[in-house]
Every structure is written in C-alpha cells, then in structure tokens.
C-alpha cells in the first residue's frame, strides 16, 4: 500500500544537508549535479535549481521539482 | 519498513509509542518534529542525514523525502491514488498519459472545492489551467458536474463491447471530441430535469456556426428524457439527427444523440 510508506519531511532550512546527503551538489548555476559533475535531471530530463528542490520520491533516486505536477506524475505511474 | 525502523537507534522509542501518527517526521534544522512532539536535537538531526547517506550509492531511498511545501499535496494525491485506484486504472489503459495527469490534477482541485479550502482551490484550479491551458478546465467541469463518473468513465466499458480491439482508438476520438466540442455537449444526467435538458439544447442550438449539438445520456431514464423533449422541440423534423445507442455487456445503455443543421434551410433562428 502506497500509504505505508514512511514519509520524511523537510524544510529550506535543511535543504542543502538534504541535497549533500543524496551525493548530490550545487554548480555554478545553481543546477543540482552529481558527484561526478553531471547534471542531475527530473524524470522528464529537466535540470533542477537547488531553490526548485522537491525532494526525492521512493522507488526511484529521481529529484522532483517542488511543483504538483510532479506529484501527479509520480502517481500516476505508481498506479498499477 | 517503518520510518521508526529507518530510523533505528536514531529516534527514542519512547517517541514511537507517544505518537499515534509515525508515519511521518519532520526535520528542522535542529529539531525533529514528530506529531506534536518537538526534539530539540542537533546532534539527532545530524544522525539522520547520516542515515540518509547510507543510501546514496542504493538504488532507492527506504521513505519518501519530501519538501514540506509539498507534504500536503502528497497526502491529498496519495489519497486520491488510492480511492481512483480503478479507474485510474482504466483511464491508463485507454487514454494518453498527460490526459489521465490532467484527470487526476482535476480531482485534486475538486477536492479541495468540496474542502471549502477556496483559496487553495482557486490556485490549485490556476495551477490546472496553466499546466492544462486547452483542456484542464474542461475536465473540471466535467468531474465537478459529476459527468465524468456518471457518464464519461462508465463509456469505456460500452467501447470495448462495442469495438472490441479498436475501443482504444475509437474512445481516444470520443474523449477529445468530448472535450474539443465541450460547449456543444450536453450531459443528461440522473439530476436533469427535461425542462433544464429543453433549455441547454434550446441555448446551444441557437449559437452561431455550430456544426452540431450532441447530448450525451447513460440509463434507461436519461435516454427517454431526450426522446421525450427531442419529441416536444419536434426536433426530428428541423434538424439532422444521428442517434447512436450502445449495450455494454453488463447491460448498460448508453446513448449519444446528434442534432445537425439542415443545409438547406434558411437562419437557425427559423428553427428554434
């Protein structure tokens, strides 16, 4: 059940811990990349500023956009 | 697993069994909120990004990690994943993936509407219409009329016995006509009255350069409340008419009714 899993909430003031402890950091244009230096991308291969960080859904180490889209796209391809 | 599991060693138990909802943690940056509970602990809330790091070279995280401006969408989505399972169900195997997103996106506004939250509903509708500018507020209008489960959902069962390995195609076509030509349509429902039917066909036949009026009806009842005004506007005798019924296998009787403009007849104003 969807609802069973666990949820972890965070806010502005702990985003940068949040973003260092998936592996991931900032460039100098504020893009979100990997320890690598690749550009982190959403699942619609967009790149994602540190300020537009939504967090990371289960199921997958794909970063979200703080915008409800997201949401939807995620359920929607949750549901199965 | 538990986010208390995750969490092991990290939070006191003693928390897990003060709290009723642990399902859920909040992490500031030096506290951690869990229900009403607030743990002034920096140290913990090091301890759990640490936690979080263990993770980063797994293919997946354990929990949901989410922005707290989002928490409340989460929870709404996710209840709506849950109750529209099935027919989220059914909509994924027939229509385009951005058309179920735009469905889901319209639940999402309704139920904030029939939350009485109206700011949130009205930026929540914003947001729908600029994600979805050609459709978003159609198919509101449509979920919020209550058309969409009474008429346009129960349709894709009448496809498939219809048209069997074309119902994919031909209900693709049907949903876009539905939306492309939403003015045009009217949707009898159990909660239409024939007087308000009269007047909503009477309104759209007298619009200007329309190519058709289409009245949609699911039920016994409903089809024999187009009969019935469709008989008192004597309306078979002004106009063209196409009149398309269907039988599902479960017995379902579904009916969509078309009224076109004679060529040769003069101002629609003669005709209503």
């Not at chain 2, 509708?125 to 978003?136: T, Y």
């Not at chain 2, 009329?145 to 498939?160: A, N, R």
Request: net charge negative; hydrophobic share 35%.
């Amino acid at each position: 059940m969807i609802n069973e899993i666990p949820i972890l909430v965070f806010d502005d003031s702990v985003k940068e811990r949040v973003i260092k402890s998936l592996g991931f950091s900032r460039n100098e244009d504020s893009k979100l990349v990997d320890e690598n230096d690749k550009v982190v991308t959403t699942q619609e291969f967009e790149s994602i500023k540190e300020s537009e960080f939504g967090g990371v859904l289960k199921s997958s180490k794909i970063p979200i956009k703080k915008e409800e889209s997201e949401l939807v796209k995620y359920f929607i391809s949750c549901n199965n | 697993m538990g986010l208390f599991d995750f969490l092991k060693g990290i939070i006191p138990e003693k928390f897990i069994y003060i709290n009723v909802d642990n399902r859920k943690i909040e992490v500031k940056d030096s506290s951690v909120v869990i229900g009403d509970q607030v743990i002034n602990d920096p140290e913990m809330v090091g301890k759990i990004f640490d936690k979080i790091e263990e993770y980063k070279n797994k293919e997946s995280l354990p929990c949901q990690l989410i922005h707290k401006d989002l928490l409340d969408s989460f929870i709404e989505y996710e209840e709506l994943s849950i109750t529209q399972k099935e027919s989220l169900k059914k909509l994924k195997e027939i229509l385009l993936e951005e058309d179920v997103q735009c469905i889901l996106m319209a639940r999402r506004v309704k139920k904030a509407y029939d939350k009485g939250d109206s700011n949130l509903a009205k930026k929540l509708h914003s947001q729908l219409d600029r994600n979805f500018p050609k459709k978003g507020n159609k198919v509101f209008n449509l979920i919020s009329g209550g058309y969409f489960d009474e008429m346009i959902l129960p349709f894709i069962d009448v496809f498939k016995s219809e048209y069997e390995e074309k119902h994919i195609e031909k209900y693709r076509d049907f949903y876009s006509n539905i939306l492309k030509f939403f003015p045009l349509a009217f949707f009898v429902s159990n909660n239409t009255t024939n007087e308000r039917l009269k007047e909503g066909l009477i309104e759209r036949l007298r619009l200007k350069g329309v190519p058709f009026v289409r009245l949609h009806a699911i039920g016994k009842s409903n089809m024999e409340k187009i009969e019935e005004v469709i008989g008192e506007l004597k309306i078979e005798e002004q106009y063209l008419i196409k009149d398309n019924r269907f039988t599902s296998p479960t017995g379902l009787r579904a009916q969509i009714f078309e009224i076109k403009f004679r060529k040769e007849k003069g101002s629609r104003e003669e005709s209503v």
